[in-house]
């Protein structure tokens, strides 16, 4: 007797095989995809199939919504219209909408299944239908740049370098945070090997992050004095990490491991260790992120007087709007720095 699969069988089915096929394909630049944006493709389908497992639907032919290839523009109206109530809507100011940030992701990174869909099943695509309702991308506001203050504060919370701190989680941290300062992006940070490191040279390779490390694009990360010293001391106690060990089956050549003998650091983990920091030194978590650094980065640099030329170079960027883009919210008071340095002109 052939087996009947269920409704929710068959799309998470679906799901399954649109992970394959983005793990085994190129995006359209040419590139393998990465695990994570993957992943968000991958988590974009299965919020779909939670919302049509507890709100069955009927499409605009009056056909029930079983698989995905029941979803039609109408819909996936009715999906975004609830996700932008249930998720953006709290999110807003006046708690009354007007924030559409989580729906316009939703909604991209929904693309990827119907896409998925059109080319293996035929279904026509509801992304190509003029009446499927677009929720716009919120404005960008500017990016909030660390005081110095708080990067001192944050240092000193995890030992501030010293030489009698060893635990592994407190030099590791410290370590973290020095390397953040280098304007390094989350993933940047997170893709270090052992390897990456030159530090008798004072330097670190970023290999591009949406190409294969064997690319001959690895940018040169100049670093501090103290990041080097950190580095260090943290190659000194990872080196009794049990997957630093090069005979050990577990071993791994991931520069971050995780406390207790555990993996490599992830994302969420690196944003939980910024923000744990953070309310150690005294600060609200909420105004901080990993990807902070790399803006008061640009700042410092900026303000020292470094060329943007130079800047662009180190941080991989080709256009100038990227190097307007960071440090923006302090352009101001650099500027007024600057004239003020001139003394008096007449």
Not at 26 to 34: A, M, S
Not at 56 to 71: E, L, R
Request: proline content about 5%; overall charge positive; hydrophobic content about 35%.
């Amino acid at each position: 007797m052939r087996s009947v699969r269920s409704a929710e069988d068959v799309r998470l089915a679906t799901i399954a095989e649109l992970e394959l096929h983005l793990s085994t394909t190129t995006n359209k630049h040419g590139r393998p995809f990465q695990r994570r944006t993957v992943n968000a493709y991958k988590y974009a389908a299965t919020q779909l199939h939670h919302w049509l497992t507890r709100s069955p639907q009927i499409n605009t032919v009056g056909v029930g919504v079983q698989s995905f290839t029941d979803v039609d523009t109408a819909t996936l109206n009715r999906y975004f219209r609830w996700y932008y109530t249930e998720h953006d809507v709290p999110k807003s100011q006046d708690g009354k909408g007007g924030y559409t940030g989580g729906t316009s992701t939703t909604q991209r990174n929904l693309r990827a299944l119907f896409l998925y869909l059109a080319e293996e099943y035929d279904h026509p695509n509801p992304y190509d239908d003029p009446k499927l309702q677009r929720y716009a991308t919120p404005p960008m506001g500017k990016p909030k740049t660390l005081s110095e203050e708080f990067i001192t504060d944050c240092l000193a919370a995890t030992g501030n370098g010293s030489p009698k701190v060893r635990d592994f989680e407190t030099v590791r941290n410290h370590a973290i945070l020095r390397t953040l300062t280098e304007g390094l992006r989350s993933d940047e940070l997170l893709n270090l090997r052992t390897n990456d490191l030159d530090l008798p040279n004072g330097t670190l390779v970023v290999v591009p992050i949406k190409m294969d490390r064997n690319s001959l694009d690895g940018r040169v990360i100049p670093l501090q004095p103290k990041t080097v010293k950190a580095l260090t001391r943290y190659l000194r106690v990872r080196a009794l990490h049990r997957m630093a060990n090069p005979n050990s089956p577990d071993h791994v050549e991931w520069l971050w491991l995780g406390t207790r003998n555990r993996g490599e650091l992830g994302y969420q983990g690196l944003h939980r260790l910024v923000k744990k920091i953070a309310t150690a030194a005294g600060y609200d978590p909420a105004h901080v992120s990993p990807h902070s650094f790399c803006h008061t980065w640009a700042d410092d640099l900026k303000a020292a007087g470094v060329s943007g030329e130079h800047i662009m170079a180190v941080r991989g960027w080709k256009s100038p709007a990227m190097l307007r883009r960071y440090g923006a919210d302090m352009a101001s008071r650099r500027a007024v720095d600057a004239v003020h340095a001139l003394g008096d002109r007449y």
